[in-house]
């Protein structure tokens, strides 16, 4: 790689699960790309399943439906049992992502007031972008030392359901110059030393495969969690295929 050359990181998220009183766990997850070459590969090849596999779902007689423009975007929670394996193989080849949080363990107060329930959920995709690119470095899969454009595709329907507060902002501060923590009283260094190029994009599920991807990961996830809540060691094995991860709180 040339000395100024922009190495391009695309992150992509869904959630599954709300925090709130009234569900155990919510999800964030998805996948991580290191090259557009990378990023374009899987588009193609997961549209190709999809496409092999949408109009089973579709509501006219399949024998008309030749198309898949009026089919139904596949979401995780209409899946059979088959499909969501077949899908979630190919997903399983490239590298998956996820934050755990254990609503039972998040203060009522933070789960209860909107402004700050969507702090604690922007600190979340914050503590996770920030464990992938350190993951990234730490296995030589990007260089910090040389310029990094971070591109985070985000579901529309996420952000308005959470809101965020300038998480553009907050993770450029927190990869980049670092955050003091005043409640351990000590400093979070910085992980990136060159130009970082942050750009949060909010898009629709049905216009994105990258998207719809991630909703199967998320919703795959807090699938197995909630089958295995007495049986941690079950639910770790079950999610070996995520590749980076993070529990909070």
Do not use: W
Not at 90 to 102: E, G, L, M, P, T
Not at 124 to 132: C, E, P
Not at 142 to 159: A, F, G, S, V
Request: hydrophobic share 35%; charged share 25%; aromatic share 10%.
């Amino acid at each position: 790689m040339e000395k100024n050359e922009m190495q391009t990181i695309y992150i992509n998220i869904d959630d599954s699960g709300k925090l709130v009183d009234s569900e155990k766990v919510s999800i964030y997850a998805g996948l991580v790309f290191t090259s557009k070459k990378e990023k374009d590969k899987f588009i193609t090849q997961y549209r190709s399943i999809v496409k092999d596999i949408k109009c089973k779902y579709c509501q006219q007689d399949i024998s008309v439906c030749s198309s898949n423009k009026d089919c139904p975007e596949l979401k995780h929670n209409m899946l059979k049992p088959k499909h969501n394996r077949q899908l979630m193989n190919y997903i399983k080849k490239y590298s998956v992502i996820c934050c755990i949080i254990n609503n039972d363990k998040v203060y009522p107060n933070i789960k209860n007031n909107t402004a700050s329930r969507g702090r604690f959920l922007d600190y979340s995709l914050k503590l996770l972008i920030k464990q992938v690119i350190k993951s990234l470095i730490k296995e030589e899969r990007i260089n910090p030392n040389l310029p990094i454009k971070l591109i985070i595709n985000i579901d529309e329907q996420t952000t308005k359901t959470n809101g965020y507060y300038n998480l553009r902002d907050g993770i450029i501060e927190e990869l980049k110059y670092g955050i003091f923590n005043y409640n351990y009283g000590f400093f979070n260094v910085p992980i990136v030393n060159s130009d970082l190029d942050v750009e949060v994009c909010y898009q629709k599920s049905e216009k994105s495969y990258l998207i719809q991807a991630s909703d199967l990961v998320a919703g795959t996830v807090r699938r197995l969690y909630l089958n295995n809540m007495d049986n941690s060691l079950e639910f770790s094995k079950r999610i070996e295929f995520v590749n980076y991860r993070i529990f909070l709180p």
